[in-house]
């Protein structure tokens, strides 16, 4: 960690740490998202092992919910790449 930090100062004089942010906010979203997929996933099969009658329904709203948690993810990364390249040129 003391590796990464050092370089993110020793590169502070030409954006280095705005560069540095982007890159983390690129990673905080995609763990943001795959939590959020996996807390959804869990969920929904623990209420089809409950109630397996409602399997279908159950499963057709968590994919509606991952596809947004995946639409929101994707926003997001366009966002910090935009703003990656943006400091870059």
Known sequence: ?????????????DGGIAIFGAALGCGLAIIGAGIGIGFIGGKALESMARQPEIAGKVSTTMLIAAALIEGVTLFALVICFLTLFWLKG
């Not at 960690?1 to 004089?13: C, E, K, P, S, V």
């Open 1 to 13: 960690m003391d590796g990464m930090a050092t370089t993110a100062l020793a590169l502070a004089g």
